[in-house]
Nanobody, 125 residues
C-alpha cells in the first residue's frame, strides 16, 4: 500500500514536500513511482515519475525546475519537493507504483498498479 502526506494550503511562491510511503512492500529496482495530480473538473495528469533504479526521472513541462522527485530507499519513501508553487498547481496529488521491467517510467495512469489515497494541495493567497 502507498500513503501520501504533506499536502496543505500554501501561498503562491511557497513550498511543500509530499511523501509517499510504501507499506507492506519493499520498493525494488523494478518499482517505478509516479506522482499524479487531479484538479476539480480535470483529468488526472502525470507530474513526475522515477524508475525503480532512480536513474531516470521525468517531469511535466509546467513543473520542470520547480518540482523534484527523489527517494529514500531505507525509508521506502518517495518524495516530491515542490517549490515556487502556483495557483494552477492546486490539485489532489497521488503517488502510484508500477512493478515493471520497462526502462522508462510511464505517464499513463493505467500502467500503474497501486495508488495512494491522495493528498490535497491548495495554492492560494
Amino acid at each position: 500500500q502507498l500513503a501520501e502526506s504533506g499536502g496543505g494550503l500554501v501561498q503562491p511562491g511557497g513550498s511543500l514536500r509530499l511523501s509517499c510511503v510504501a507499506t507492506g512492500l519493499t520498493l525494488t529496482n523494478n518499482d517505478h513511482i509516479g506522482w499524479f495530480r487531479q484538479a476539480p473538473g480535470k483529468e488526472r495528469e502525470a507530474v513526475s515519475c522515477m524508475t525503480g533504479t532512480g536513474e531516470t526521472t521525468t517531469y511535466l513541462d509546467s513543473v520542470k525546475g520547480r518540482f523534484t522527485i527523489s527517494r529514500d530507499t531505507a525509508k521506502n519513501t518517495v518524495y516530491l519537493d515542490m517549490n515556487n508553487l502556483k495557483p494552477e498547481d492546486t490539485a489532489d496529488y497521488y503517488c502510484a507504483s508500477a512493478r515493471t521491467e520497462r526502462l522508462f517510467c510511464s505517464d499513463v495512469p493505467d500502467t500503474y498498479d497501486d495508488w495512494g489515497q491522495g493528498t490535497q494541495v491548495t495554492v492560494s493567497a
